[in-house]
């Protein structure tokens, strides 16, 4: 086991004596100020590698009013978080960025409502310089709670619609899923559900309206609301069988879904897709390419999503106040053709 050290940490008048350089000129360069010449910024710079100075992140924060760190808060319990490759794609894509621009991730999640004051304290407390926040729900306070800390959200929020300093990144979930079930109809299916995500979210709330775009005068009982889990999959796909036991094909409203609905179907006999063609919707590599059978399903780039989620909070946070809000994004979608539909 090795011993910690007992040397003293290398000072900032350690580095200015090594670099032959004032104190105010090294705390300048190492704070990322302008108005010191290149060979004084190299000196200095040599001086820190050589003595292995690290700046002490308090007092850099009161020089650059930075903490170079954001706050990822995800409105879901921890069982939900780890289970769902959609979350670890999206903090992938998140933390890629904020690693890219020496800035640090602190995930906060929320079990039940008592978690959002803590979170709101948290946040207005000073301790990051801005949130991330996604996996809302319509009725979530959260929003409220966080006002006045620079956020952005994944996903479109369900009250974001003409309100000014509302910035998200999503995809074309309406679009996406209109794509889908033109598919399903174009292979002959005439009696196609829809198995939908919790409707307290936009998303699934956007996929079901893109579904009823094509299906207009669907049977209301082809449609069963569920809560984007394997499980909750499982047990819509019992109920559409109860209810329509001629139902032909199936649009799930994420892959997880599609695949506890493809389970079902298999221990009643149905086949895949020769009896029921069934599409999902995110494409989570690998897990879509080792259903059974392959699903087919709509793609969103989901780790760019968290990758324009951080680009945009730490642009924002670059320019300041006087650059004005940055543009909310929303990405295509594609739909990946493979064996289920």
């Not at 493809?262 to 989570?284: H, K, N, S, T």
Request: with cysteine; glycine share 10%.
């Amino acid at each position: 086991m090795t011993e910690p050290s007992t040397q003293p940490r290398p000072t900032l008048e350690a580095v200015a004596a090594r670099a032959g350089v004032s104190r105010a000129t090294v705390s300048r360069v190492v704070n990322g100020g302008e108005g010191v010449r290149e060979p004084l910024v190299e000196r200095v710079r040599r001086a820190v590698d050589e003595l292995g100075y690290v700046p002490n992140q308090a007092a850099r924060s009161l020089v650059t009013r930075r903490h170079d760190a954001v706050a990822v808060v995800i409105a879901e319990p921890e069982t939900r978080v780890f289970a769902d490759p959609f979350f670890a794609l999206q903090l992938r894509g998140i933390s890629k960025e904020l690693t890219a621009h020496d800035s640090q991730l602190v995930l906060l999640l929320t079990e039940g409502r008592d978690d959002h004051a803590r979170v709101a304290r948290y946040l207005a407390g000073g301790h990051v310089d801005g949130a991330l926040v996604f996996s809302l729900h319509l009725d979530d306070p959260l929003p409220r709670l966080i006002h006045g800390v620079p956020t952005v959200y994944g996903g479109r929020p369900g009250w974001s619609d003409g309100s000014r300093g509302v910035v998200y990144v999503d995809c074309d979930n309406r679009g996406g899923a209109r794509e889908a079930v033109r598919h399903l109809v174009g292979l002959g299916r005439t009696r196609v559900a829809h198995i939908t995500g919790p409707l307290d979210q936009t998303s699934a709330v956007d996929r079901l309206d893109g579904f009823r775009d094509v299906m207009v005068d669907v049977d209301p009982r082809l449609i069963v609301e569920s809560d984007f889990t394997p499980g909750g999959g499982e047990d819509a796909m019992r109920e559409l069988l109860d209810r329509c036991p001629d139902v032909d094909a199936v649009f799930a409203a994420n892959d997880l879904t599609a695949v506890g609905a493809m389970r079902v179907l298999r221990e009643q006999g149905r086949r895949v897709p020769e009896d029921v063609a069934v599409i999902g919707f995110d494409d989570m590599l690998p897990f879509t390419e080792q259903a059974d059978p392959p699903l087919t399903t709509v793609r969103q780039d989901i780790e760019e999503m968290g990758r324009l989620m951080a680009r945009l909070l730490l642009r924002g946070l670059e320019r300041g106040a006087a650059a004005g809000v940055p543009a909310s994004v929303v990405l295509p979608t594609t739909l990946v053709r493979r064996v289920s539909a």
